[in-house]
Nanobody, 118 residues
Framework: VQLQASGGGLVQAGGSLNLSCAASGSVLEINVMGWYRHGPGKQREFLASVSNGGGTAVDNSVKGRVTIARDNAKNTVSLQLNNLKPEDTAVYFC?????????????WGQGTQVTVSS
């Protein structure tokens, strides 16, 4: 599975962020797609995910500000984060988890930098 993320860049505080990620390769094996971020001086943190069936999980740190959506036909997952704050500055990573015969494998996109200016 290969993941290609797009979006990000420099965003004003209070604005919104829209990221998209397209999966290719063995996409039929993907169970869950989601987003993580790695901020300066912080560990990589989970943001949100969505399963094949549409079930979502959202971290409390961004709950109420984030929308995650998946298009199974296009093998894409998108993330919208509203009311941006400087602490949202991070490298954002697309993630996919596949289940192939019981073997769980995570895949990561290349990461896209998001910088929130105050």
């Amino acid at each position: 599975v290969q993941l290609q993320a797009s979006g990000g860049g420099l965003v004003q505080a209070g604005g919104s962020l829209n990221l998209s990620c397209a999966a290719s390769g063995s996409v039929l094996e993907i169970n869950v797609m989601g987003w993580y971020r790695h901020g300066p001086g912080k560990q990589r943190e989970f943001l949100a995910s969505v399963s094949n069936g549409g079930g979502t999980a959202v971290d409390n740190s961004v709950k109420g500000r984030v929308t995650i959506a998946r298009d199974n036909a296009k093998n894409t997952v998108s993330l919208q984060l509203n009311n941006l704050k400087p602490e949202d500055t991070a490298v954002y990573f697309c993630n996919a988890v596949s289940n192939r015969g019981g073997f769980i494998t995570p895949y990561w996109g290349q990461g896209t930098q998001v910088t929130v200016s105050s």
